[in-house]
């Protein structure tokens, strides 16, 4: 009977840390889940609802996973580049995304909105692949993921703020997408400069 329960709470264990892993790595969507939970009139008594809709609530949760992921990847440039311009931007993601990430933070505690605590898989993945890369590929690579990422976050600014319902996350948007649009000039001058 000791060895059966033994077994039993080591499945159990493996089961919980296995949970406890996946979560981790979809961060993102394990927030779109509870904001969606949240998201419904039968359960604002024990999820205390939420203050968006749920499109303004999405718009919050990629917003932050774009956010979390720009910091993330400018503090492995720092580590991997000797190139000063892509410090120098590294340096800049680190601390406009991390400002840019705490307004968000704070409207989002404000309307009951759970956003991812970690990037998405998919960046974290981009980021174990870049942190193997030698120091010429991973500028390289680096720069281009920059510029990719910066133009969809800027179409994601652009659309909540002419789009979104909630006037907050409106002006935050509104706010937002110059910064944006200066990091990805910003960028692309490094790009045209590595030619």
Do not use: R, W
């Amino acid at each position: 009977m000791k060895k059966l329960s033994y077994v039993f709470m080591i499945s159990a264990a493996a089961v919980a840390f296995q949970s406890c892993n996946h979560g981790a790595k979809d961060a993102k969507d394990s927030a779109d889940s509870l904001n969606k939970t949240k998201d419904t009139t039968t359960n604002v008594a024990a999820t205390g609802g939420i203050a968006v809709t749920s499109d303004d609530a999405k718009f919050a949760t990629t917003a932050a996973n774009g956010g979390l992921a720009e910091v993330a990847l400018g503090k492995l440039a720092l580590t991997k580049t000797t190139n000063q311009a892509i410090k120098d931007f590294a340096n800049m993601m680190v601390t406009d995304h991390s400002k840019i990430n705490d307004q968000l933070a704070a409207i989002a505690k404000a309307k009951n909105i759970t956003l991812p605590a970690e990037p998405d898989s998919a960046h974290l993945k981009k980021a174990d692949d870049l942190s193997k890369l030698s120091e010429a590929d991973f500028d390289k690579q680096y720069v281009s993921a920059m510029i990719d990422g910066h133009k969809k976050t800027l179409d994601l600014m652009n659309d909540e703020a002419k789009n979104g319902k909630d006037s907050t996350l409106k002006a935050f948007a509104a706010q937002t997408a110059p910064k944006v649009q200066m990091h990805l000039d910003a960028i692309n001058k490094i790009k045209d400069n590595m030619k």
